[in-house]
């Protein structure tokens, strides 16, 4: 199984600056990478699929990057309704997994 | 408008059963292979189970294998997971979740939770 890591697991940034979030993988799973957003007391959100590509009506503010094994969700001109938990999920291989979160708190 | 609504978690004790259910709507229901994701409290996600479009080819997460059973009713737009077997560490919110063509689980429903305690 593919064990997908991200960091950090927390990350405190100030409303309007940018947060760069990570998510490594264990084999390369070349752009089958999606991010998801959790907020409080929700169901999880898929924001960006095939590692850069943005749902419909997703804010440009929410870019992501990468292939293979290295991957990078950016969210610039933070808002306070980004606050909330990120995923990664990779689907490229069986079982599917996902990161184990990094929290995006207020600082 | 895309929706998914899971139902039937509860309590039940060790050893117990459930069969949880997500009614979909706002989709062709049959042209989309699905998935159950489960949530442990305080934890991160973890896919449980897969099923494709007509139901004859399921998958599932070594944890679960031999104890749930996943199926779908396409005539009636509904997905189910029967669960066996409960443990204390299946506790956790059950999400029903839409796979696209590509694999990526691009709708969830709101999940429905399962405590399993004595």
């Known amino acids: 199984e593919i064990v997908m890591t991200q960091s950090p697991a927390t990350l405190s940034v100030s409303p309007g600056d940018r947060a760069t979030l990570s998510c490594r993988a264990s084999?390369?799973?070349?752009?089958?990478l999606a991010w998801l957003q959790q907020k409080r007391g929700q169901a999880p959100r898929l924001l960006i699929f095939?590692?850069?590509i943005r749902t419909a009506g997703l804010p440009g503010r929410f870019s992501g990057s990468g292939s293979g094994t290295e991957f990078t969700l950016t969210i610039t001109n933070l808002q306070s309704e980004d606050f909330a938990v990120y995923y990664c999920?990779?689907?490229?291989?069986?079982?599917?997994?996902f990161g184990q979160g990094t929290k995006l708190e207020i600082k | 408008e895309v929706q998914l609504v899971e139902s039937g978690g509860g309590l039940v004790q060790p050893g117990g059963s459930l069969g949880l259910s997500c009614a979909v709507s706002?989709?062709?229901?049959?042209?989309?292979?699905m998935n159950w994701v489960r949530q442990a409290p305080g934890k991160g996600l973890e896919w449980v189970s897969h099923?494709?479009?007509?139901?004859?080819?399921?998958h599932y997460a070594d944890s679960v294998k031999g104890r749930f059973a996943v199926s779908r009713d396409n005539a009636n737009d509904s997905l189910f997971l029967q669960i066996n077997s409960l443990r204390a560490e299946d506790t956790a919110v059950y999400y029903c979740?839409?796979?696209?063509?590509?694999?990526?689980?691009?709708?969830w429903g709101q999940g429905t939770p399962v405590t399993v305690s004595s």
């Open positions: 979740v839409r796979g696209d063509t590509g694999g990526r689980f691009d709708y």
């Open positions: 706002g989709f062709t229901f049959r042209s989309f292979e």
């Open positions: 099923i494709d479009t007509g139901g004859s080819s399921t």
């Open positions: 084999q390369s799973v070349g752009t089958k």
């Open positions: 095939g590692a850069s």
């Open positions: 999920h990779q689907y490229s291989n069986w079982p599917d997994t």
